[in-house]
């Protein structure tokens, strides 16, 4: 369509001037309506045409019988058709359906209301299809008696749904995201630009014990140690270069007690390079900390293991000497006193051959269990350190009520009892009282019946946190004097006799002090 038929198409009765389409806008003292109070139609009268014929909506205009008067392009293009239009009902360009709202409600309406919005109709195409459009509609009602007509502005449906498919997809990523930032076991923060915490996950919770309620607005500092806190700042002090980092610390839990964390920052820049905030995300490494502790602690004793196998090789042939050596002076020997003595070297020689053949080698143990008299074995292991707890004036006691006895590999249980001993000596090198006891008990968790032995001394105890890892390997306390293997194979040791073993210590004044305690249920055969 031309662009001077739009003025003409609104011609009825005679001609309407296309500034009339202009609505809202003030008139000059021309009377004529001016756009912005600088330029009005009537300067530029085929502007008005132009303009309103290259809308990039569509543009129709409607006799009060709903005859087409006048369309712009863009309508033309909405309905598929380029000729024919002008003098055409609008009701025939629609659906069917749209066709008999549009007569029975939209038109009555629109008479009654004066305006319509974001109505939804279909236009039927010359090809049968059906193209989906919204219409803002307007009665124009003619002062000087000149039939009114109806101005309807049309736009595709087809782009509105996609903009709001887009949008509603954008809106279900977003919610899928921050459902995974809710639910994320890592702590995910956001941080302003003064390293205040914005927002906090349930990860960050799990990890710390705060609410989102009590960490919210507080500073990014108080999760960290005193320690720690400098290399924290020192990255976030990079962020306002742009530049993203990552940093290892110690967290601190709201109970007080230190975590293992990794923080990975990344900064939210606004041009021209200025730090509006930052994310945050921390990752609770204690666990791993740990299992690499572990791994490492493994690997200390795979090579403990070689070098004990190594010695066990180098001594045996000494070993086995000195063995033939005693053997020879036990027939030679006449005094009974003497003979006792050899005796009792031989039997120690040969549990140093035990221990270097098979506790160094780990876990290789004797062929059969047998019943041990524990008195007599109590007896015989303060017997090995006499002398050293005589002169340290250490008195010793071995109580046995009932003439208790065991089923256990006797070899090792020695092993552990000389270890508890030796333990116990070095705690009361200034003196003190050590006792030996055996009897029969119960477990008190399952109520099990058995044999419980005591190591009790005097000695100056173990602060808390000593005592929760002294059977931990390689743990020691002893400095360089110490290989920190002691309790660890004892307790593996009990544990493949059936038993158990528990310490407790107190470092009280007057009455400080270590107990431990081995419990063996009796066979349930």
Known sequence: MPPEQPIRALERDGPLPASECAQ?????????????????????????????????????????????????????????????????KFAELLSRGSAIFYETHFAPSLYLRGALNEIA????????????????????????????????????????K???????????????????VRRSADGILRLDSEAR???????????????????????????????SWDNVADALARLRQGKDDYREGI????SGKALNVSVSLSPHMEAPGTLIGASAVIRDLTAQKRVEKALLQSEKLASVGRLASSIAHEINNPLES????????????????TKQFVVTAQEELARVSHIATHTLRFHKQSTNQTEVNLEGLLGSVLALYRARL???????????????????????????????????????????????????????????????????????????????HIFEPFFSTKGIGGTGLGLWISRDLVMKNGGTITARSTTRPGSSGTVFSLFFPYSKS
């Open 24 to 88: 809202g806008s003030s008139e000059g003292s021309s009377g004529v309506p001016e756009l912005n109070g600088k330029f009005s139609f009537s300067n530029d009268p085929k502007f008005a045409e132009q303009a309103l014929h290259t809308l990039p909506s569509g543009f129709v205009v409607v006799s009060n019988d709903g005859t087409l008067l006048y369309v712009n392009e863009a309508f033309a293009s909405l309905c598929g058709r380029e000729n024919q239009l002008i003098g055409t």
């Open 121 to 160: 109709l279909e236009l039927l195409r010359p090809d049968g299809t059906q193209h989906p459009i919204f219409v803002n509609a307007a009665h124009r009602p003619a002062a000087d008696g000149n039939p009114s007509q109806l101005h309807l502005t049309v736009f595709s449906a087809k782009q509105r």
């Open 162 to 180: 996609q903009y709001e498919a887009e949008l509603l997809r954008a809106k279900r990523e977003f919610e899928e995201v921050a459902e995974i």
């Open 197 to 227: 915490i914005a927002s906090w996950n349930k990860g960050a919770q799990q990890i710390f014990g705060y609410t989102a309620d009590e960490a919210t607005g507080k500073s990014f500092k108080f999760l960290f140690s005193r320690e």
């Open 251 to 254: 967290g601190l839990h709201q």
């Open 322 to 337: 000195v063995t033939n050596l005693l053997f020879i002076l036990a027939s030679r020997v006449e005094d009974e006193e």
């Open 390 to 468: 005589e002169n340290s004036h250490i008195s010793t006691k071995v109580d046995c009520p009932g003439d208790p006895r065991l089923i256990c590999y006797e070899g090792e249980l020695r092993q552990v009892l000389v270890n508890l001993v030796a333990n116990a000596y070095d705690a009361m090198r200034l003196g003190g009282k050590l006792l030996l006891r055996a009897q029969a008990s119960r477990e008190w968790k399952s109520n099990a019946a058995g044999i419980r032995i005591l190591v009790a001394d005097s000695g100056m105890g173990m602060e808390p946190d000593t005592l929760a």
